[in-house]
């Protein structure tokens, strides 16, 4: 397939990177804008057979199409290039993410959130790869660090919306879904394909196995993180209806305000990554996120809570850039699409397993609880990552 190069600068690279920035903002809508719905989702479909844990699923079912999807949708960035799986992969999300307002079946609901998890892969592993191509070194980072802050910016304008739609009815929030559409435009007319290798030239057999061992760790770190993560958007929903008196509106501001600060933290992740290693800032991200799901656990009301969302969207902000940056800075151009696919289906079956790990737990000791045993576990590992990333830079 002809690949469109890139030409003199003619003053389009603001719109290609805004494009690239809002682009990956649909990632976290992707699940959580529905979250302040879910109560009200349970109470509509409450005559349904399991009808509380499948409307807890329809939050996460999307993402195990995500990672079945995401490997095949690398090999098609690879071989055909990033731009025509961007652009039907953003026509899947708008279709597929509205459905269920329209739709009043949990089971097509459900198929409507897995052509969305389709459609997700090719958009979270597309402009994720693209910001390698584009970019090295300190731009780089700082990209990546505006695209997380755009997700959480996402987060935060999506989740306040989902929770005042939700208020209203609960079909209103899967509305927001259509915003891809008005992507896809800027997509098609601003973004444009790097020169790769050619594909007779994509390594021996041995080098392919000796980059999958080294990529296993980053791909093993985002999955935990995600799992952990997850438990904010799938259980705080029902534990801050169980304190009493809290609006869907109320829910959405909670959530998002995590979305906020994170993206704030994202923001300063390129001057974080000057300063510390990937592991050293992986520690930073588990001990934030530990602290504030202590202090949700010890909070006895909703601004404690809030406070909580607060300290862990610090840590969580830190998450998805330095594992992208770490990915990126290891695997070479002729097979970033892959790479980048790998990393989203790890990314995605960390969603799709969290409320599948954690519901048990949930249903014997309590939500809040389990906040408290996942802080105590992610202070714990962070203390371990800090004196690995300490022992390493010494050897250097």
């Not at 996942?374 to 004196?387: C, E, I, S, T, Y």
Request: glycine share 14%; proline share 4%.
């Amino acid at each position: 397939m002809a690949r469109i190069q890139a030409g003199p600068d003619d003053g389009r690279e603001f719109r290609r990177d805004l494009v690239i920035l809002l682009g990956s903002s649909l990632t976290v809508m992707a699940g959580a804008t529905i979250a302040p719905a879910l109560p009200r989702m349970a109470v509509h479909f409450q005559d349904a057979p399991q009808a509380q844990m499948l409307v807890k699923m329809l939050l996460s079912v999307h993402a195990l199409f995500i990672a079945l999807a995401a490997p095949l949708m690398g090999v098609l960035m690879d071989r055909f290039g990033r731009r025509p799986v961007l652009a039907v992969s953003l026509l899947l999300y708008g279709l597929g993410g509205s459905s269920g307002a329209y739709l009043d079946s949990l089971y097509s609901i459900m198929a409507g959130r897995a052509m969305l998890g389709v459609a997700v892969a090719g958009i979270m592993s597309g402009f994720t790869t693209l910001i390698g191509d584009y970019y090295q070194g300190e731009r780089r980072n700082r990209l990546m660090g505006m695209q997380a802050a755009f997700t959480g910016f996402g987060g935060l304008v999506f989740l306040t919306a989902g929770g005042m739609l939700a208020d209203v009815s609960w079909r209103y929030p899967f509305l927001i879904y259509l915003f891809a559409f008005c992507i896809l435009p800027g997509a098609l007319a601003y973004l444009y394909e790097p020169e790769t290798a050619p594909h007779g030239q994509a390594g021996t057999e041995g080098e392919e196995r000796d980059s999958l061992v080294r990529f296993l760790p980053i791909y093993l770190l985002a999955f935990a993180g995600m799992v952990i993560f997850y438990m904010i958007p799938v259980q705080l929903p029902f534990y801050l209806k169980s304190l009493g008196g809290v609006s869907n509106t109320a829910i959405g501001v909670a959530i998002g305000t995590m979305n906020m600060v994170g993206a704030l933290s994202s923001m300063q992740f390129g001057r974080l990554k000057r300063r510390l290693s990937n592991v050293g800032i992986f520690a930073l991200f588990a001990l934030l996120m530990g602290l504030g799901y202590g202090v949700v656990w010890l909070s006895g009301g909703y601004f404690g809570v809030l406070a909580g969302m607060v300290v862990a969207g610090m840590g969580f902000g830190l998450l998805m850039p330095n594992v992208n940056v770490w990915l990126l800075s290891l695997v070479s151009a002729r097979s970033r699409g892959r790479a980048v696919g790998g990393l989203t289906t790890f990314f995605l079956l960390g969603q799709f397993v969290s409320p599948m790990l954690f519901e048990p737990l949930v249903e014997r000791f309590g939500i809040g609880n389990c906040f408290g045993v996942v802080g105590a576990v992610l202070m714990a590992g962070g203390v371990l990552f800090a004196l690995s990333a300490r022992v390493t830079r010494h050897r250097a």
